[in-house]
C-alpha cells in the first residue's frame, strides 16, 4: 500500500489543479463536439443538460470514485481519504459542477430574464471571484488547501510516494532548444538562398551547359513580346499582383523586385515559365 504523506510542495498542488482543468476541458470539447456534429439543432435544446452529464462523469470517474482529481492522479497526490466523508463529498460535488449548470439554465432556459436571479448570480460570481483571490494569497502563505472549495470544505492534498523531491526532466527542453536554435537557423538562411540559381544549375548539370546555352541563344534570337496587363494579370515569380509590372522581352509579368532581385543575383537568370533570358538592355516596362 501507497504511504500518506500530508506535505505537499504548493507548485504541485497547482500544478495538479492546472492539469485537472486542463484534461477535463479536452475531454467536455471532444465530447460536445461529436455530439454537435450528429445533431446540431438537438445540441443547441439539451447543451446544459449534456455538460451537466459530462462534467458529473469527470467528477465521479475522479474524485467519486478515487478521492482524487485527473490532475492529482497525475502527480501522485490525492485528497485526504480521512477527511472526505460523503456528506463533503456531495458538497464537492454541488459546489464543482452544478454552478456552471445553474448559469447555463439561467441563460439558456429562461424565456425572459428574471432580473433578481440575473442579478443574484452574477453577485456570486463577483463574491466568489473575490473569495478566490484572498483564498489563493492564504495558501501561498500556508501551503494548505489551494481552492476555496477545498477551504471551505477543509480538503488537504496529500502525497501517495514518500520521494518528495520534484521531478525534472531535461530531456524535452534540450530538444526544444535544439529545435528551436535549428529554426532561428533556418530563417537567418533561407532569405538568403536563391533557389532559381540551385535550380538552373541543376539542370545545366543535369542536360549539360551545352543545353542552356542553346535556350539561352534560341532566346536571343526570338523578336521581343510585347507583355500585357489585365485584371487577373499576376506576376509570374511571386504568384501576387505585380508592382511596378516589369517583363523581359518573352511577355511574362514579373514585379520589378522579383526581377531586378533575381537579375542582380543571378546574372544568368531566365525566365521561370519558358527559359528566356532577360535582353541585354535589360528589363522592360510594361
Known amino acids: 500500500m501507497l ?3 500530508k506535505y505537499v510542495p504548493r507548485v504541485n498542488q497547482i500544478d495538479a489543479i492546472y492539469l485537472n482543468k486542463d484534461i477535463a476541458r479536452m475531454i467536455r470539447d471532444n465530447l460536445l463536439e461529436n455530439l454537435q456534429a450528429i445533431s446540431p439543432a438537438l445540441f443547441i435544446r439539451i447543451q446544459p443538460e449534456l455538460d451537466l452529464l459530462i462534467q458529473s462523469a469527470i467528477w465521479f470517474g ?9 490532475g492529482q492522479q497525475l502527480l501522485v497526490l490525492a485528497y485526504d481519504a480521512e477527511k472526505l466523508t460523503i456528506s463533503r463529498l456531495a458538497l464537492h460535488f454541488a459546489l464543482t459542477v452544478l454552478p456552471g449548470y445553474v448559469k447555463s439554465w439561467e441563460e439558456r432556459r429562461l424565456s425572459r430574464r428574471v ?4 442579478r443574484a448570480i452574477t453577485w456570486t460570481e463577483n463574491s466568489a471571484l473575490v473569495l478566490n ?4 494569497f492564504r495558501f501561498l502563505k500556508t501551503g494548505r488547501k489551494p481552492t476555496l472549495i477545498d477551504f471551505l470544505l477543509g480538503l488537504d492534498y496529500i502525497s501517495l510516494r514518500n520521494n518528495q523531491r520534484r521531478d525534472i526532466g531535461y530531456k524535452y527542453l534540450t530538444r526544444e532548444l535544439l529545435w528551436g536554435g535549428f529554426m532561428e537557423i533556418l530563417g537567418l538562411l533561407l532569405p538568403i538562398i536563391n533557389f532559381r540559381k540551385i535550380q538552373r544549375l541543376l539542370k545545366a548539370g543535369f542536360f549539360g551547359e551545352e543545353y542552356h546555352h542553346t535556350k539561352r541563344r534560341e532566346s536571343l534570337k526570338r523578336d521581343l513580346i510585347a507583355a500585357k496587363m489585365t485584371a487577373n494579370t499576376t506576376c509570374t515569380y511571386c504568384g501576387e499582383r505585380p508592382t511596378q509590372p516589369h517583363h523581359m522581352g518573352c511577355g511574362h509579368i514579373y514585379c520589378y523586385y522579383c526581377l531586378s532581385a533575381n537579375l542582380l543575383t543571378d546574372a544568368d537568370f531566365s525566365c521561370v515559365k519558358c527559359g528566356a533570358s532577360c535582353p541585354d538592355h535589360g528589363a522592360q516596362v510594361v
Open 115 to 118: 432580473e433578481w436571479f440575473s
Open 3 to 5: 504511504a500518506k504523506n
Open 62 to 70: 475522479s474524485v467519486g470514485k478515487r478521492c482524487s482529481t485527473f
Open 133 to 136: 483571490v484572498l483564498n489563493y
